[in-house]
């Protein structure tokens, strides 16, 4: 059966249609007239921060504003949208709660259920994460509808429906109730004992929702059988999968070409999820065999980060394996989850790539297994950074030249960046954490900071013993180191997981991740990061031996950039992407107003595989 052809009109660029959006929940009962101990009222340290948070919101994000307990002394019926759910208008905002008083009771249950039916629900093909944000200074005191109860519920029903919650001087039952509709709703508890930690953690909150993951693809359904999967030709896909199943889509191959097979698994960020919950990808052949698999697990607690796993049929020298054979394949893709594990179905973003072999006759230039001059005790720039803005995913990447760079991350946030590099050439660079203002609690807290390295196909890499791509973050700064090794046609032919996939050069992606548990221990709201990047070797003008050196220009940031023909002796660069991206895919925003670049001219050789 043929992949399902894109919805009509569901092809969007960023911004062009509803996607992403936020209700912020704010209670404005009774206790909110208490002062929060700096001589203000705790409403009146929450107008400040919902303003805040209005003036941080990008340019036209949808966000609304519920209130409960803000019409009369008592009532669990209490709750009201003061300012609907639309294309943000900061004035609006601002004016809606500067006119709310606090005076009755805490209907939180009631009001999750009425914020949930504010949201718009996406229209014309586009999935966007609609985020509903409470804050509180206390717990439900109504009894019915159970706040836990109801935000399990919702999560179940709402597709990509996140839950925050931000705790404002509060303590025991009432955390304790926040942090379970947190968890049941996909969300993250923060906790504010001040005011300027209110402020804080909504402006964590509120950003993380507008700058989720931007996907892009058509839309297919796998199937949870063999029999009846969706027949894919190179391209790029979106599907969703569930705790626990397995998704199968069949594939026709030849028997000499290389088939690459990448699958990105985004949860909402900072979900509960345990250390060896997993990914994995396969392909099958056969009854009952397989040819390669691969898994990929957060090896975290902290929560829930994109997760990458992918695999290839690469066909021997000699063509002797099964594997080998023309004819009909299955590419399966699996969802592990412990118990108490975000059970939310993820959205999925799969990347399937065909590379031709090379001409007959081309003598191929060896494989390039070592580090060498790339490993970690290379020289990397110095110097003052320059500001760069990471993007949301694989989509969005903000490219990067040699040179050192500084952005900014929130805790639970991933920033993704790409590095062109060709022929003969390796990616190496190092990402420092900053040192930053913490909250001083006297308790030593701690979390991460991390980076994954990715081929043009997608594939992660390993770091192969010389990397080690995670570290302790607890405000002090710290740095990861990672890289790859040269680009070369024949390293498909090692067998590590640190060579085989820099077989084409391309766009390789950086990704840049700050653990969840950031969110105790920095004082501002993101944390600044520095990236020193370098591309080392001369780019050869393909993978055959002795290839020339391709002459180099300027870009327009100054940065040198090879010229002349990179398609590769015969053809041989990856081409599934390339193929994707004319045949009208659909763009799906997770969280916020798509931002989808076009590709630059020499990105979009095909040996050079960008998305």
Request: net charge neutral; with cysteine; charged share 25%.
């Amino acid at each position: 059966m043929p992949v399902a052809a894109a919805t009509p009109g569901a092809s969007r660029e960023a911004g062009a249609g509803p996607g992403g959006s936020l209700v912020m929940v704010l209670d404005s009962s009774g206790s909110m007239a208490d002062d929060d101990g700096t001589g203000r009222t705790r409403m009146e340290s929450a107008r400040t921060a919902v303003g805040s948070v209005v003036d941080n919101l990008p340019e036209g994000y949808p966000t609304g504003l519920r209130v409960y307990g803000a019409d009369r002394p008592r009532g669990c019926a209490d709750t009201r949208l003061v300012q609907p759910v639309r294309r943000l208008d900061r004035a609006a905002v601002k004016r809606a709660v500067a006119a709310v008083e606090p005076r009755g009771d805490t209907p939180v249950g009631l009001s999750l259920r009425r914020a949930f039916e504010d949201l718009p629900r996406p229209a014309g093909g586009v999935v966007g994460t609609r985020t509903i944000l409470l804050i509180s200074d206390g717990e439900d005191n109504c009894g019915a509808p159970r706040p836990c109860e109801v935000a399990e519920q919702l999560a179940r029903e709402g597709t990509g429906l996140r839950i925050d919650t931000v705790g404002f001087q509060v303590k025991g039952a009432a955390r304790e109730q926040l942090e379970c509709v947190a968890a049941a709703g996909n969300g993250r508890y923060y906790d504010a004992p001040d005011a300027a930690a209110l402020a804080r953690q909504l402006q964590r909150a509120s950003q993380l929702s507008a700058d989720g993951y931007r996907f892009r693809g058509e839309r297919v359904v796998g199937a949870a059988t063999r029999a009846g999967a969706p027949v894919l030709v190179p391209g790029q896909y979106l599907d969703t999968i569930g705790p626990g199943e397995k998704r199968y889509y069949a594939v026709g191959l030849d028997a000499v070409s290389t088939a690459d097979f990448s699958v990105t698994a985004v949860p909402q960020p900072g979900a509960a999820v345990d250390t060896f919950d997993a990914l994995r990808t396969s392909i099958a052949y056969g009854t009952d065999s397989s040819c390669v698999t691969d898994t990929a697990r957060f090896y975290q607690k902290e929560g829930a980060t994109p997760l990458t796993s992918a695999v290839a049929r690469i066909p021997a020298e000699r063509g002797t394996r099964a594997c080998d054979r023309a004819g009909r394949y299955w590419l399966v893709v699996e969802r592990e989850s412990k118990k108490g594990s975000d059970d939310a179905r993820w959205p999925l973003e799969l990347v399937h790539g065909v590379e031709a072999p090379p001409a007959k006759g081309v003598v191929l230039g060896q494989s390039q297994s070592e580090y060498g001059k790339g490993g970690k005790d290379a020289v990397l720039p110095a110097g003052d950074p320059r500001d760069v803005r990471g993007g949301t995913g694989f989509n969005d990447a903000e490219e990067l030249g040699p040179g050192v760079w500084r952005d900014r991350i929130l805790p639970s946030q991933t920033l993704w960046y790409k590095v062109p590099a060709g022929w003969g050439q390796q990616v190496r660079y190092d990402v420092e954490f900053g040192d930053e203002p913490t909250v001083g609690r006297g308790v030593a807290t701690y979390s991460y900071g991390a980076t994954q390295l990715f081929t043009p196909a997608r594939f992660p890499l390993t770091g192969g013993g010389e990397f080690t791509p995670r570290t302790m973050y607890n405000g002090r700064p710290s740095a990861v180191r990672m890289g790859g090794v040269p680009v070369a046609w024949t390293n498909r032919y090692e067998y590590r997981s640190a060579v085989q996939p820099v077989h084409a050069g391309g766009d390789f992606f950086i990704s840049v991740t700050l653990g969840a548990g950031a969110a105790e221990i920095a004082q501002n709201a993101r944390i600044g990061v520095v990236l020193r990047v370098s591309v080392l070797g001369d780019e050869l003008a393909g993978p055959e031996h002795h290839a020339a050196v391709v002459a180099k220009k300027k870009d327009k940031r100054g940065n040198s950039s090879a010229v002349g023909d990179s398609s590769g002796t015969g053809g041989a660069g990856w081409t599934g992407i390339a193929a994707a991206a004319g045949a009208g895919a659909v763009v799906v925003v997770i969280a916020g107003l798509a931002f989808v670049r076009g590709r630059r001219g020499r990105a979009a050789q095909t040996t050079r595989g960008s998305a």
